[in-house]
């Protein structure tokens, strides 16, 4: 401690598979909150709630983390800022990892995919592109079984680095875990790791 919590993001099942696995409390966006059973759920999860389309609004978020994280308390985030299908990991946003480097604590590089029983990528779970809340529940409770994969990795020390670097570097670890491009890549196109680890 203090330790931040840094994951892919594919499904709004995402929150639960985590807080099954670590006590934590996340940072989301404020239209969550609007969405029925799922928004109640999350805010009694104890959520913060960012307003992206508010610039200013990172800052009280920040502060909100910065107070939660020195107080002992884990933080998850979602560092891409949207969802995907499951099928690659986006560049990470740093923004809201400054308070983690401020507090010299500890990034938690989480990846999270969902499966078929057989192993292959299940789509139906992810909450991403047009399809809307109503179209994943119905998704989802047409599979018999989906399996999450969770890979918890090697946490890294934050202090000292750059929020950018933090940002990258973690991103990077989670798509090498499940066997994806490294983020900002397409499938088949040439690639590399940092060249510096921090």
């Given at each position: 401690?203090?330790?931040?919590?840094?994951?892919?993001?594919?499904?709004?099942?995402?929150?639960?598979?985590?807080?099954?696995?670590?006590?934590?409390?996340?940072?989301?966006?404020?239209?969550?909150?609007?969405?029925?059973?799922?928004?109640?759920?999350?805010?009694?999860?104890?959520?913060?709630?960012?307003?992206?389309?508010?610039?200013?609004?990172?800052?009280?978020?920040?502060?909100?983390?910065?107070?939660?994280?020195?107080?002992?308390?884990?933080?998850?985030?979602?560092?891409?800022?949207?969802?995907?299908?499951?099928?690659?990991?986006?560049?990470?946003?740093?923004?809201?990892?400054?308070?983690?480097?401020?507090?010299?604590?500890?990034?938690?590089?989480?990846?999270?995919?969902?499966?078929?029983?057989?192993?292959?990528?299940?789509?139906?779970?992810?909450?991403?592109?047009?399809?809307?809340?109503?179209?994943?529940?119905?998704?989802?409770?047409?599979?018999?079984?989906?399996?999450?994969?969770?890979?918890?990795?090697?946490?890294?020390?934050?202090?000292?680095?750059?929020?950018?670097?933090?940002?990258?570097?973690?991103s990077a670890r989670i798509?090498?875990?499940?066997?994806?491009?490294?983020?900002?890549?397409?499938?088949?196109?040439?690639?590399?790791?940092?060249?510096?680890?921090?």
């Open positions: 401690r203090p330790l931040l919590v840094l994951s892919n993001h594919v499904s709004w099942l995402d929150i639960f598979v985590i807080r099954s696995h670590i006590e934590c409390l996340f940072v989301a966006k404020s239209e969550i909150r609007g969405w029925p059973l799922v928004g109640w759920l999350v805010a009694k999860q104890g959520t913060v709630f960012v307003q992206r389309a508010r610039r200013h609004d990172t800052s009280r978020v920040n502060s909100a983390l910065e107070t939660a994280l020195t107080e002992g308390q884990a933080m998850a985030v979602f560092p891409e800022g949207t969802t995907t299908d499951g099928t690659e990991v986006k560049p990470f946003h740093g923004s809201l990892l400054q308070p983690l480097v401020q507090s010299g604590g500890f990034a938690l590089p989480l990846a999270l995919g969902y499966r078929y029983p057989d192993g292959r990528p299940n789509d139906k779970a992810a909450y991403a592109g047009d399809r809307s809340l109503w179209e994943s529940t119905v998704l989802l409770a047409s599979q018999p079984e989906i399996v999450v994969e969770l890979h918890v990795l090697e946490a890294v020390h934050a202090q000292g680095k750059h929020r950018r670097d933090l940002a990258e570097f973690c798509a090498e875990a499940l066997n994806l491009p490294p983020p900002g890549r397409r499938r088949g196109t040439p690639g590399g790791l940092p060249a510096a680890t921090p």
